[in-house]
């Protein structure tokens, strides 16, 4: 039995298409990831003033890259609740207000709250201990002065408590709410009086989860972390002052 030389060849540029546009098609994927990072943090971190036009040519020259990824990009940050869009205008920075404020902090406190009592159903006394110890570590955080590395401390052991409750959802859930809320956990602890009432609370839920207590543990997760009407008041003006002024209220 003869092959056709013809056949072999085109076979073969038939492979090359299609390795070359499977190459193409996870290079476009990996730019968006890239772009959609970049912009995230941006977002996070109120680069973009509340309320504010995002203009996706100045983002895509500063990143270096097409409009396509841009446009894809925030997209996800709009599904993601980092950016809003107002059809056949564009992408607009999230707003920041008291009433935004304060109902992130509730959420989270439901989750964090109905993940605290399965920790207390499901952790082993190891895995408990391991997270204290965690914690622990960065326990002298509150005599240095760095409010950055308090915020970055506070929300790793929130995490490790909802990691307890083996509810990969909850966990998922709260990544996502920890990005949307990190600029104000930042403004918040950044006050003293407030660091340490959140380190003296943080030490009554361990107490709490050693002994199992789902219930008032539980009640302590939901006081420590639901903001009141005024609360949230304040920590919005201080972010407002912080993004506009460079400055805390």
């Not at 002298?140 to 052991?157: I, R, T, Y």
Request: contains cysteine; glycine residues 4%.
């Amino acid at each position: 039995m003869t092959t056709n030389p013809r056949n072999d060849v085109n076979n073969g540029v038939k492979v090359q298409t299609r390795a070359k546009e499977r190459e193409r098609i996870v290079r476009a994927a990996d730019s968006v990831d890239r772009v959609y990072a970049a912009i995230k943090e941006f977002a996070i971190d109120y680069r973009f003033r509340p309320g504010e036009k995002i203009n996706e040519v100045e983002l895509a020259t500063e990143l270096g890259v097409s409009r396509t990824p841009v446009r894809a990009a925030l997209n996800r940050l709009q599904r993601d609740g980092f950016v809003a869009s107002v059809p056949n205008k564009g992408f607009y920075a999230r707003e920041l207000t008291p009433e935004a404020v304060r109902d992130l902090y509730e959420l989270r406190a439901a989750i964090e709250r109905a993940a605290f009592v399965l920790a207390c159903e499901r952790a082993t006394d190891t895995e408990i201990q391991a997270t204290v110890d965690a914690w622990t570590k960065h326990s002298s955080l509150k005599g240095e002065g760095s409010w950055v590395k308090v915020a970055v401390a506070d929300e790793s052991f929130h995490m490790a408590l909802t990691q307890l409750s083996k509810n990969a959802q909850m966990v998922n859930a709260l990544e996502g709410l920890c990005s949307r809320i990190r600029f104000f956990r930042r403004i918040d602890l950044e006050s003293m009086p407030r660091r340490s009432h959140s380190y003296q609370e943080h030490e009554a839920i361990i107490d709490a989860l050693r002994r199992r207590d789902a219930a008032g543990g539980a009640a302590l997760v939901e006081k420590h972390i639901t903001l009141s009407s005024a609360h949230a008041m304040e920590v919005a003006a201080r972010g407002l002052a912080r993004i506009f002024f460079g400055t805390t209220a």
